[in-house]
């Protein structure tokens, strides 16, 4: 099967659902945050902003990550019976513990001294956001196991959109608390309009437990991609944080901000295509089979990124131009290695560092998630001292390179294991 009739394959099967709800989202969040900074009291504005900040560190740590566990094992499940006790699991404990910690936030910003005093009014009332969004994300993820890719898409859809529009009339109405109601009720909204088909799914069902042993290895594989996201996700957090502190230079952290806002758009088209192969590949058994699948996955993967990547270096001059005018014409070189290095993470590293979970391997994620994020720093260190702004690219590519390697020899290893191969 050719390319082609890969990609054809794709947007008949729902692919182009979750690529189209994953640039929308991205765009209708755009929007809203353009027209709340508009509109908002800038005084307002870093108070709820330092909210979000916090309430953001804790979002790494989501429900103990069991959600993205809930993936695996309701894809293979035996049972509807078995999936809805996976899925109560997952929501139930995954809510306990979004209570526990936001609230130890919320006692937590109450008795310390923080920058900004008037956040702790927005703490406490985003206090129940993270619970409901649990549950929100839960049944998201089921619905990928369930290959409703067009359900997912929608859902996340409504959510944004709703809470674009809401933001806008209550911002008018009831000014800054007003951002605040609006992502509530918008969550809400998406919740209800998931609820029809999460309970057409479980209706008819028997109430059946999780064993013990099962409860364990459950939990056990969500904190381990809880983990893993966690140390990931803190990478780009790094870049940012060593330009702003080695480099002092203003115009120098403005270039590399604004030469990032495209090149990280890769991650749309990489994440839409492990998001839709995950339970395909988590449904498989036989190694061989596993192996394969992936690998074509992978070069499916490669040309898409390598095109846009392409796309991205010859047309990011004229959009600087067009957006910008001449003020950051000295982005456009730094732009180029920031697009080379998100076309290293997202042709090589994504596809293994998603398909591991899927056949049940989540430990050496963690090992490699945590050895690449002490090893970008270092590199990072070294190269923005030597060699300026640029450096960080540099760095990020060396490590995104050699934790693709570390990934797929682990697991074209656990492909081999499964299906009684020797090395």
């Known amino acids: 099967m050719n390319i082609k009739e890969k990609l054809q394959g794709l947007i008949k099967n729902g692919f182009l659902y979750i690529l189209s709800g994953n640039i929308l989202n991205r765009a209708i969040a755009m929007i809203s945050a353009i027209l709340v900074a508009a509109l908002v009291n800038k005084q307002e504005y870093a108070y709820l902003g330092y909210a979000d900040n916090l309430y953001g560190y804790l979002s790494y740590t989501m429900g103990l990550g069991l959600s993205s566990a809930l993936l695996k094992y309701c894809s293979v499940a035996e049972s509807k019976s078995v999936e809805r006790a996976y899925f109560r699991f997952s929501v139930s404990v995954g809510s306990v513990f979004e209570i526990i910690v936001s609230l130890g936030l919320c006692i937590a910003v109450s ?134 502190n080695i480099i002092k230079d203003e115009i120098a952290t403005s270039n590399f901000k604004v030469a990032g806002q495209f090149p990280q758009l890769l991650l749309l088209v990489s994440g839409a295509i492990t998001v839709y192969f995950f339970p395909i590949i988590a449904k498989l058994k036989d190694g061989r089979e596993i192996k394969k699948k992936v690998i074509q996955i992978e070069m499916l993967n490669i040309v898409l990124i390598v095109f846009l990547t392409l796309c991205g270096i ?83 590519i060396i490590v995104f390179g050699l934790s693709a390697v570390a990934y797929w020899i682990y697991f074209i290893r656990s492909c081999n294991e499964m299906s009684g191969e020797k090395e």
């Open 111 to 244: 008795f310390i001294n923080i920058p900004f005093p008037n956040s702790r009014k927005y703490c406490w009332m985003l206090i129940l956001y993270p619970v409901i969004h649990n549950f929100y994300t839960n049944i998201l993820c089921y619905f990928r196991t369930q290959l409703n890719n067009k359900k997912y898409a929608l859902a996340g859809i409504i959510n944004s959109g709703s809470s674009c529009i809401l933001t806008i009339i209550l911002l008018k109405l009831f000014g800054t608390n007003g951002i605040v109601a609006s992502r509530y009720t918008a969550i809400t909204i998406a919740v209800l309009y998931c609820l029809p088909t999460l309970i057409r799914y479980f209706k008819n069902t028997e109430r059946v437990t999780v064993s013990a042993e099962n409860k364990r290895a459950f939990l056990s594989m969500g904190i381990a991609l809880m983990l893993a996201n966690l140390f990931s996700s803190i990478m780009p957090l790094n870049e940012a944080f060593l330009v702003n």
């Open 314 to 396: 010859i047309f990011t001059p004229f959009v600087f131009h067009i957006l910008y005018g001449t003020k950051y014409d000295d982005a456009v070189s730094i732009a180029r290695l920031l697009w080379i290095m998100r076309a290293v993470n997202c042709s090589f590293r994504m596809v293994p560092i998603n398909m591991l979970p899927a056949i049940g391997k989540t430990k050496f994620n963690v090992v490699v998630a945590v050895l690449s994020c002490a090893v970008q720093v270092a590199l990072d260190y070294y190269f923005l001292t030597n060699m300026g702004i640029t450096g960080v690219a540099y760095g990020a």
